[in-house]
């Protein structure tokens, strides 16, 4: 296979905690102090994959096409760096 660098800025922060509420959406604290409240099936659709418990720790990825993620966190930081926009 080929290999790619990412070149895509996005925004992201560490998750501290996650509450699943019963419309399936789920607030999650980021280590920012943001909570976020996600679409409706997000936690569900990253748990499929890996355990609620292992989402603790990993970064909330949101592209700039508006979709949102899980990424684990050596993953994440071996990918990206903080931008900071240009003033």
């Known amino acids: ?24 959406t789920a607030r999650i604290a980021l280590d920012t ?16 994959r890996i355990d609620g418990d292992a989402l603790i720790g990993g970064y909330y990825v949101r592209y700039s096409d508006g979709y949102d ?8 930081e071996d990918g990206y760096t903080e931008h900071t926009p240009a003033t």
Do not use: C, L, N
């Not at 996005?10 to 419309?23: L, Q, R």
């Open 1 to 24: 296979m080929k290999q790619y660098r990412s070149h895509k800025i996005v925004e992201a922060g560490k998750i501290t905690a996650i509450e699943v509420d019963e419309d399936k």
């Open 33 to 48: 102090g943001e909570v976020i409240t996600t679409r409706s099936g997000w936690y569900h659709q990253q748990t499929s």
């Open 69 to 76: 993620s899980w990424s684990p966190a050596g993953v994440f």
